[in-house]
């Protein structure tokens, strides 16, 4: 472990908000570890009151950060990479905790925190617009400049990578930020990235950390001073967030998971295959967006691989991730359990079969499979979010195709095949953002853009290329040696 000093001790989160600064919260908010039920520590609960006061920091702010050299600007975020590859251990550690995460998961966190720092520390020292054709003695350039100020509503299940991949390009061009993390998991998604910042050195203002629940995130999407909102969650809430800022002409990127397909095919290895799905449907027991919800598999391969499953389910231990001894961890609250569990008990009276676990402790879900899932189940319509297997049975190729596109839409899609040509042809037929050939669907990099169609989000993709066209304009600006006479 490290030893370093605690780079966790800060007495402010303790009933405080980060807004231009740490600031006292008239309301305060208990961080319960989802693996043990204690608390980990206390944080000012904002209000909406807190968000018009925050936007008018931020766009006060914003002029001033966005006209810093871009090598200040560049060299901040290199700043926060070092700070967080100085503190890893600590941070590993409280991220598997308030997440409820196994310590891997925790880790992974951080390390992609770091890459989604240096990613964003290039993003100033880049191009940032076209010359255009133009008469002579006129200039005509295509420029992208920044929105103003971007609002954040990130998730429980990654908050600290899912936020940041936001924060950190949007700052990067110059942007101001308001980040309001989910009630769950405020440090991770928010006042950590805050305390960050302003270690590295961050100028008051620019970057604003309101925790709190619906109200706090309604306000800032309607505030008018904030002209984007990110947001990264349900589908249900994704609507909504959508309508409400439709109405007001806001630019919103919508990531909303989605019922991801995972296909089969009958040349595929079994004990490959078994090992994929076991991953893409398990992993930080299912509450990842591009998990593997339907696994499609063809009929003759179906029964190895469910028994293979099975063996993996029963010997998977389920416990505290902090432990280390542990593969599963905790679902992140009852109300999430008692979801997944409907999803399941669900699925099972409509006629699937329960192979493996649909049981729980506490927060505890075992690892599940079900086998004989068709559309119309519950698990196979939606997003379970849990750990659950859902088996499906294809018998060609085009039967797999359709079944992987019945869902309203897929954010990421994989293809297992001895035949990578074969494997290729299908995947190319798959409506989904992400697609995968000879790997499962848990898949995403610090470097390529992220999004999907349908009830995946808006389609409005983020994260490497994509970034410059998520939070920034596009500006026409034309320049003349000196002003001609019009007509009249």
């Known amino acids: 472990m490290s030893t370093t000093p605690p780079f966790l001790d800060h007495a402010l989160w303790r009933e405080h908000l980060y807004s231009g600064g740490w600031r006292a919260a008239s309301a305060t908010l208990d961080v319960r570890e989802p693996a043990t039920g204690t608390t980990l520590t206390r944080t000012g609960a904002a209000s909406p009151a807190d968000v018009a006061t925050a936007a ?64 964003a520390a290039a993003m100033p020292l880049q191009a940032q617009g076209q010359l255009l054709p133009a008469a002579p003695g006129k200039l005509s350039l295509a420029r992208r400049v920044p929105l103003g100020t971007v609002g954040v509503i990130s998730p429980f299940n990654f908050p600290l990578i899912l936020t940041l991949r936001v924060v950190a390009p949007a700052l990067a061009v110059g942007n101001a930020v308001i980040v309001k993390p989910d009630p769950r998991t405020p440090v991770s998604g928010g006042l950590l990235i805050a305390n ?43 609507r909504r967030i959508g309508e409400r800022a439709g109405r007001l002409l806001k630019k919103v ?42 696994v499609l598999v063809h009929e003759s391969l179906l029964p ?13 231990p389920v416990g505290d991730g902090a432990t280390g001894q542990v593969a599963l961890g905790p679902i992140i609250d009852e109300r999430q359990r008692d979801r997944v569990h409907a999803a399941v008990t669900e699925s099972v009276k409509a006629g699937a079969q329960l192979l493996a676990g649909g049981t729980y402790e506490g927060l505890f879900y075992k690892a599940t499979v079900l086998s004989g899932v068709q559309p119309g189940m519950k ?38 095949s001895a035949s990578v040509g074969r494997a290729l042809a299908v995947a190319q037929r798959l409506k989904a953002g ?42 026409w600006l034309t320049v003349k040696d000196a002003p001609t006479p019009f007509p009249f």
């Open 56 to 119: 008018a920091a931020a766009r006060a702010a914003q002029p001033s950060w966005a006209a810093t050299a871009p090598r200040e600007r560049a060299e901040l975020f290199h700043r926060v990479a070092a700070l967080l590859q100085q503190h890893f251990d600590e941070l590993a550690l409280y991220v598997t905790r308030e997440t409820g995460a196994i310590l891997p998961k925790g880790q992974h966190e951080i390390r992609e925190a770091i890459a989604f720092c240096r990613v």
């Open 196 to 238: 960050l910042f302003e270690e590295a050195g961050l100028p008051a203002g620019v970057l604003h950390v309101l925790p709190g629940g619906v109200e706090v995130g309604e306000a800032l999407v309607d505030e008018p001073a904030v002209p984007m909102i990110s947001f990264t969650g349900s589908a249900a809430a994704g």
């Open 434 to 475: 992400m697609v995968h050939v000879n790997d499962q669907t848990v898949n995403d990099d610090a470097v390529n853009p992220f999004g999907g169609p349908g009830i995946a989000g808006n389609g409005h993709a983020h994260g490497g290329p994509g970034d410059w066209e998520c939070f920034t304009a596009w500006q």
């Open 304 to 316: 190895a691989i469910a028994e293979a499953l099975v063996a993996k389910a029963t010997h998977l």
């Open 379 to 416: 698990v196979f319509e939606d997003e379970t979010f849990g750990p659950v297997v859902n088996l499906v049975s294809f018998k060609t190729d085009d039967e797999a195709v359709a079944l992987a596109n019945a869902g309203a839409g897929g954010l990421a899609a994989g293809v297992l």
């Open 253 to 294: 990127s919508l990531e909303l998971g989605g019922s991801n397909a995972l296909i089969v095919l009958e040349d595929a290895d079994v004990a490959l295959a078994a090992s994929n799905i076991a991953w893409g449907a398990w992993l930080h027991q299912g509450q990842i967006c591009m998990a593997s919800n339907r």
